[in-house]
């Protein structure tokens, strides 16, 4: 399907629309918002087969993959409905005034939180419903009082519009403006930069590559107002396997790592892209055990053309870098528009830390294994990491002062610490941290996934001994 180029005097249009909105929806109630929310939802639901259908037909994901995918993003929305029906919509803290000067005394302080105003939320390639034009930041954005402006993804083009159509739809029921949630799309650069410069945006929320969410995020901090910019970068999701794991068990977590490797053919934020064995003949099998089973797996087709060229690219990267030895895949870049071949690799720790393209994301079922002869070499592999989504430990169950020592390493450079288990798959929750340190994110403060992804579209703001009609508000923007 042919993709629209919209023009500036387009962009700007939806993006006042939404500007337009934006006090009224700040000031909105907590069930005109959970109304919309759980609609959207049931719109979703509704549409259920030709939205799967479409979506497979673009990214040949698979429908049990896509269905999958499609409750996820209908359970958010619920979930995000329900957060704020428990209060956390207008949550406020109140210092009641103490007679006298400080620091004994005080006057009544309440400490809000207001609504950015228009958000910019930029779709994702690998997640077409979960992180596109209905997914968590939209949710989270709409949940906290703030419109949206859309930029679909020009790798799902087809399925951005049907979707669109079902928001459309659903704000016409729910007798809502149709500014409070826009749409726009281009495959070119110029759109995107158009839409973070536009003045009335107040915040951009971006899932996608390092180069194309870091080139936004300078436009956004070039702007004559600078806008926080929440972007996720990607990550190589270190697996840290210790002896205690791999004894009696390599092959069976080869097996279940393989899995995850492959999964949605690599195209995952949080695919494992390093592992770190211990020398041994434990890691031997390990290691032959996961080449088999990745040589085995047939990946489906990846999202767009331009993601097989880079992941070629970087497999050629990867396998080319003096110091790696090739254990599957190879050099030789294959049709664009064909399946792409898994490609693992191995070095040591010396040769991982000393070469910075070893710790750049290959996006796509690529892995490479770091075989290290001590804890303090795990130490020094996952500094040179520098900031991911998620870190593995695989046996760590026993207290020991080396465990300690790499679990708390671990704790320092990603967002979310496993303790067994994979990192793909990310549940919506109340606790989840989806975000890690640069380069895995812009904001390691904040996460883009869980309910707490809310509150980067609020700003707090102390009112000092406001008046009786302002406290009867209880939180709510006045």
């Known amino acids: 399907m042919q993709i629209q180029e919209f023009t500036a005097a387009q962009i700007h249009a939806v993006v006042a629309a939404a500007h337009d909105v934006s006090d009224d929806w700040a000031q909105s109630s907590v069930k005109t918002r959970a109304a919309l929310l759980h609609a959207l939802g049931d ?43 428990q209060g956390h919509a207008f949550a406020q803290l109140h210092d009641a005034a103490i007679a006298g000067a400080p620091p004994l005394g005080r006057p009544d302080l309440a400490r809000v939180h207001v609504p950015l105003g228009p958000v910019a939320m930029f779709s994702a390639s690998n997640f077409p419903f979960a992180f596109s034009v209905l997914g968590g930041d939209t949710a989270s954005a709409l949940a906290a009082g703030c419109p949206v402006v859309v930029k679909a993804h020009p ?69 004559p107002r600078p806008i ?37 053919c690599g195209q995952l934020c949080t695919s494992p892209g390093i592992v770190v ?78 070469e910075h393209a070893l710790q750049e994301e290959v996006f796509g079922p690529a892995c490479l294994l770091v075989r290290v002869r ?16 998620t870190v593995t430990l695989w046996g760590a169950e026993t207290d020991s002062p080396d465990v300690r020592r790499i679990a708390r390493r671990a704790t320092q450079i990603a967002g979310r610490v496993l303790f067994g288990g994979v990192p793909t798959g990310v549940a919506v929750t109340g606790a989840q941290q989806h975000g890690g340190p640069w380069p895995a994110s812009t904001q390691p403060f904040t996460t ?20 009786a009609w302002v406290a009867e508000r209880a939180g709510q923007p006045i």
Do not use: C
């Not at 704000?171 to 995107?192: N, Y």
């Not at 060229?309 to 064909?338: I, S, Y």
């Open 155 to 223: 790798g799902h083009p087809k399925l951005s519009r049907a979707v669109f159509d079902v928001v459309r739809k659903v704000l016409a029921e729910q007798g809502l403006p149709a500014g409070l949630i826009g749409f726009v799309e281009g495959a070119s650069v110029e759109v995107g930069v158009e839409l973070v410069r536009s003045p009335e945006i107040a915040a951009v929320a971006f899932t996608g590559s390092f180069k194309g969410g870091t080139a936004l995020w300078a436009q956004a901090n070039a702007r």
């Open 228 to 264: 926080p910019f929440y972007g996720e970068l990607g990550s190589i999701n270190p697996v840290v396997a210790l002896p205690a794991a791999l004894a009696g068990q390599a092959e069976t977590l080869a097996q279940t790592l393989a899995a995850s490797i492959e999964f949605g």
């Open 374 to 389: 001590s804890a303090d070499e795990v130490l020094d592999v996952l500094t040179a990491v520098g900031g991911t989504l």
């Open 43 to 85: 719109g979703l639901q509704a549409e259920r087969d030709a939205l799967v259908r479409i979506a497979d037909e673009e990214t040949s994901l698979g429908a049990g993959r896509l269905n999958g995918e499609l409750d996820r993003t209908i359970f958010q929305l619920g979930g995000f409905a329900t957060h704020i029906e």
């Open 277 to 354: 064995l211990f020398e041994g003949p434990d890691a031997d099998t390990f290691e032959n055990t996961l080449r088999d089973a990745l040589g085995a797996k047939q990946p489906h087709r990846m999202l767009t053309a331009g993601m097989k060229r880079n992941f070629d690219a970087g497999v050629a990267r990867l396998l080319g870098t003096p110091g790696v030895q090739t254990l599957l895949g190879d050099t030789h870049a294959n049709d664009e528009l064909a399946p792409p071949r898994p490609a693992l690799a191995r070095t040591d720790a010396k040769t991982f830390i000393a």
């Open 448 to 467: 883009s996934v869980g309910y707490a992804a809310m509150e980067r579209f609020l700003r707090p703001v102390a009112l000092q001994s406001a008046p």
